[in-house]
């Protein structure tokens, strides 16, 4: 069995943003959702696609915006998805690039497993198949399709859409975002979500190809990849005590149970990342209690509870520890006036 998905937090910065600029407090929606905001600043930090679910769901509820997901795909750069990103913009034609990220893409999410396959006089750019394992939500899925369409538009240098794009999901009640954006035929309802392309554009010369520039970030991603393979593990026990934490300290056992390996092997694997299991308890409580005491309104008991103490002194022990200062004087001036 699989552990669980995870997927940088490069690309929810970029909800982040798309909230922001609709004056949702998108701040206290990834507090909800159970993500850490303070992992938004980081370039190599992951968030549990979980937890991306829930906040995306919770998204289109503030928001009021069904199609949020097509929006978002307009605060998307190169610089958002790294070396892949570049890699992608360097390429000397469409069908490389596409070929490319289905290599590349397991740095960005590994709920995210396209295909790119070629039928007749088309290429198909698959998404998700509709079979098994982890996968992204409809509001994400409608920001990926949205974002290949436009990095398509861009790279090929003039007017460039699908022939059709076929989409899970159901048909929302207003068409208009997607027509206006795919401009071509879109099929809600189907059995996978694919992107179909006519063949001859995706086999011309780009105009800002550099296979110098491509070789360079192949190497980059080929290094990152073997990186992530070693580390992996510390990544995905960091995603499962976010999720456990509000239920209670998680023990050793819990976590190597919800990984699907014995306490043991988990403790081997944590060995040889050079980890303990121990040490990142540790370190994923403080990092959210920095952020949680950041937050207005958020008692010292709340912060408590959510990090899985079993009561406020053991809290208070575990920050002085961690910071030289009781958690009632860090943060805001009211909660260290109140020292709630």
């Known amino acids: 069995m699989s552990s669980p998905a995870t997927m940088l937090t490069s690309w929810a910065l970029a909800l982040h943003r798309t909230l922001e600029l609709r004056g949702v407090d998108s701040h206290a929606l990834f507090v ?3 993500l850490n905001p303070g992992l938004l600043g980081d370039a190599n930090a992951r968030y549990p696609q979980e937890g991306m679910t829930r ?3 919770l998204a289109v509820e503030r928001s009021g915006e069904p199609a949020i997901g097509l929006a978002m795909a307009r605060q998307v750069s190169p610089t958002t998805f790294h070396a892949v990103g570049y890699r992608l913009n360097a390429s000397s034609t469409l069908r490389e690039a596409f070929e490319r990220l289905v290599h590349a893409v397991a740095l960005v999410s590994d709920a995210l ?10 290429y198909q750019v698959i998404l998700f198949d509709g079979g098994d394992g982890p996968h ?3 509001e994400e899925t409608d920001a990926v399709a949205y974002l290949l369409v436009r990095f398509c538009r861009v790279v090929y240098g003039k007017e460039l859409s699908p022939r059709e794009v076929l989409l899970r999901r159901p048909a929302p009640a207003d068409l208009t975002p997607y027509a206006k954006l795919f401009r071509c035929k879109v099929t809600f309802g189907a059995n996978a979500d ?14 800002g190809a550099n296979p110098e520039l491509a070789r360079i970030n192949d190497e980059l991603i080929t290094r990152h990849l073997a990186l992530q393979a070693g580390q992996d593990v510390v990544a995905r026990v960091r995603a499962v005590l976010l999720e456990l934490l509000p239920q209670g300290e998680p023990s050793q056992e819990k976590v190597a149970e919800r990984l699907h390996m014995s306490a043991r092997s988990l403790q081997r ?3 040889d990342s050079g980890s303990g299991f121990r040490e990142l308890l540790a370190e994923t409580r403080r990092t959210l ?8 309104g958020r008692s010292v008991s709340e912060i408590a509870y959510l990090l899985g103490f079993s009561d406020v002194s053991t809290f208070t022990r575990a920050f002085r520890r961690w910071t030289g200062q009781p958690p009632s004087r860090f943060g805001t001036p009211a909660r260290a006036r109140s020292g709630s």
Not at 113 to 122: E, K, L, M, Q
Not at 194 to 207: C, D, G, K, N, S
Not at 289 to 296: D, F, V
């Open 55 to 57: 906040l995306w769901r």
């Open 32 to 34: 909800q959702a159970g």
């Open 113 to 122: 497993r396209p295909a790119f396959t070629r039928d007749g006089d088309c």
């Open 136 to 138: 992204l939500c409809e």
């Open 269 to 271: 694997r944590l060995v």
């Open 289 to 296: 209690a920095l952020s949680y005491l950041s937050e207005p």
């Open 194 to 207: 694919v992107l179909v392309y006519e063949r001859a554009p995706f086999e011309v010369t780009l105009p």
